[in-house]
T-cell receptor, first 111, second 118 residues
Framework: DTGVSQDPRHKITKRGQNVTFRCDPISEHNRLYWYRQTLGQGPEFLTYFQNEAQLEKSRLLSDRFSAERPKGSFSTLEIQRTEQGDSAMYLC?????????FGPGTRLTVT | AQTVTQSQPEMSVQEAETVTLSCTYDTSESNYYLFWYKQPPSRQMILVIRQEAYKQQNATENRFSVNFQKAAKSFSLKISDSQLGDTAMYFCAFMKPGAGGANSKLTFGKGITLSVRP
């Protein structure tokens, strides 16, 4: 399978815990994006990378969120001190040119 | 900042019929891309069709076509010969390219739930 993969697919955590998600993009894609999608809404942009450089970060992203792409390949998104409002689907996408290809997402539930 | 509006929350169509999904957007940019993405229930988002703003010709992909009205900032998706597998949420998205035409972030509408009835 050469598509975008994300791990884990589901995560249930208690409020206040830290969580980390991983995204593996399509291998030849140099751009990688993170989005958040709540139920019944369209995805909202969080941040994106070109190779290992983080080029833009949404103002929606609080200081509790951090993302890395250390070698320009896979990326991690960490949420510290989770809150119930962080419950959402976290989507990763990668691109080479005009089109973004999405992974299956990680569904986070904060209890 | 760009905004994308999908005002129809739900639509239903009979199998084999044609349906049109509406989308409007607001931008001051002249160079941009527009997309329709499909998200089937519990499955990942997939690209349906792409339109470059500088192209006057409407994009077509098999049973899917768009009506791009740049002056009106309208970008509707027409699905012909609807199939049961077309049942999904459909999102309209806008992208302002980065330097050198590079891919950049997408701004999505709220989506529309399309149900195809057998």
């Amino acid at each position: 399978d050469t598509g975008v993969s994300q791990d884990p697919r589901h995560k249930i955590t208690k409020r206040g815990q830290n969580v980390t998600f991983r995204c593996d993009p399509i291998s030849e894609h140099n751009r990688l994006y993170w989005y958040r999608q709540t139920l019944g809404q369209g995805p909202e942009f969080l941040t994106y990378f070109q190779n290992e450089a983080q080029l833009e970060k949404s103002r929606l992203l609080s200081d509790r969120f951090s993302a890395e792409r250390p070698k320009g390949s896979f990326s991690t998104l960490e949420i510290q001190r989770t809150e119930q409002g962080d419950s959402a689907m976290y989507l990763c996408a990668s691109s080479a040119r005009y089109e973004q290809y999405f992974g299956p997402g990680t569904r986070l539930t904060v209890t | 900042a760009q905004t994308v509006t999908q005002s129809q929350p739900e639509m239903s169509v009979q199998e084999a019929e044609t349906v049109t999904l509406s989308c409007t957007y607001d931008t001051s940019e002249s160079n941009y891309y527009l997309f329709w993405y499909k998200q089937p229930p519990s499955r990942q988002m997939i690209l349906v069709i792409r339109q470059e703003a500088y192209k006057q010709q409407n994009a077509t992909e098999n049973r899917f076509s768009v009506n791009f009205q740049k002056a009106a900032k309208s970008f509707s998706l027409k699905i012909s010969d609807s199939q049961l597998g077309d049942t999904a949420m459909y999102f309209c998205a806008f992208m302002k390219p980065g330097a050198g035409g590079a891919n950049s972030k997408l701004t999505f509408g709220k989506g529309i739930t399309l149900s195809v009835r057998p």
